[in-house]
């Protein structure tokens, strides 16, 4: 059976870096678009970043962020290892969420959370102030 499993949160202070990592088994993840997205308490969960591949080449990848976390966060994926990264930089108080990695479906927004078919458990990441 397929999952995913994220690894990487913990607690950090204003302005350090975390690196969240996110592993599957039972499904080759090169062929799928990853996201992550966040759950802050009593807030809904969010749209972090994805990364997509053409599937043309090592090259052809497409990646997007949330404007709260662009130029701070960075995706990227190791197809060899079948695990897909989140780099946290520059981090917030307002970053503390659980953390969540994600397959998408073929079609729909990349955005929507309503696209992706299988989770993760989810990785906590708390930033203090």
């Known amino acids: 059976q397929a999952q995913l499993v994220e690894s990487g949160g913990g607690l950090v202070q204003a302005g350090g870096s975390l690196r969240l990592s996110c592993a599957a088994s039972g499904r080759t993840l090169g062929a799928y678009t990853m996201a992550w997205f966040r759950q802050a308490p009593g807030k809904e969960r969010e749209f972090v970043a994805y990364i997509s591949w053409t599937g043309i080449s090592w090259t052809g990848i497409n990646t997007g962020y949330a404007d709260s976390v662009k130029g701070r966060f960075t995706i990227s994926r190791d197809n060899a290892k079948n695990t897909v990264y989140l780099q946290m930089n520059s981090l917030k108080p307002e970053d503390t969420a659980v953390y969540y990695c994600?397959?998408?479906?073929?079609?729909?927004?990349?955005?929507?959370?309503?696209?992706?078919?299988?989770w993760g458990q989810g990785t906590q990441v708390t930033v203090s102030s």
């Open positions: 994600a397959t998408k479906r073929v079609g729909g927004s990349y955005y929507d959370q309503i696209n992706y078919g299988l």
